[in-house]
């Protein structure tokens, strides 16, 4: 869990190649009344195998705001509706490559 108003989640290993067979959970939450904006500065994974998911809440039934894999363009943001967000990492047991590295911040 990751409280505060601003803050970096990264890949393990980041910037690093990220271990095979991950799942990584970090559930972001803000103070009452703001919503959070999730800024990828890096994003680099195994397209189609390895993903990072990003949902409007604290769990992985909340609605889904990002699945994203492979290399992409940065920066770009994902925001919240409210002040809990959760973001999820999958690896699969083949490639790994450097991830991904983000700052979340109020809004």
């Known amino acids: 869990n990751l409280v505060g108003?601003?803050?970096t989640i990264k890949s393990p290993?980041?910037?690093?190649?990220?271990?095979?067979?991950?799942?990584?959970?970090w559930k972001i939450v803000t103070e009452p009344g703001t919503s959070i904006r999730?800024?990828?500065?890096?994003?680099?994974?195994?397209e189609k195998f390895d993903y990072v998911f990003v949902y409007d809440g604290p769990t992985v039934?909340?609605?889904l705001l990002l699945?994203?894999?492979?290399?992409?363009?940065?920066p770009?943001?994902?925001?919240?509706s409210?002040?809990?967000m959760l973001a999820r990492f999958t690896s699969d047991e083949n490639?790994?490559?450097?991830?991904?590295?983000a700052v979340y911040s109020t809004v």
């Open 13 to 25: 290993n980041y910037p690093a190649a990220y271990p095979d067979s991950s799942d990584f959970l």
């Open 61 to 63: 039934n909340s609605p």
């Open 38 to 46: 999730l800024l990828f500065a890096l994003f680099e994974t195994q």
């Open 95 to 101: 490639i790994t490559l450097p991830g991904f590295l």
């Open 76 to 80: 770009f943001a994902v925001n919240s």
């Open 82 to 84: 409210s002040n809990e």
């Open 5 to 7: 108003m601003i803050g």
């Open 67 to 74: 699945e994203k894999s492979g290399l992409s363009s940065t």
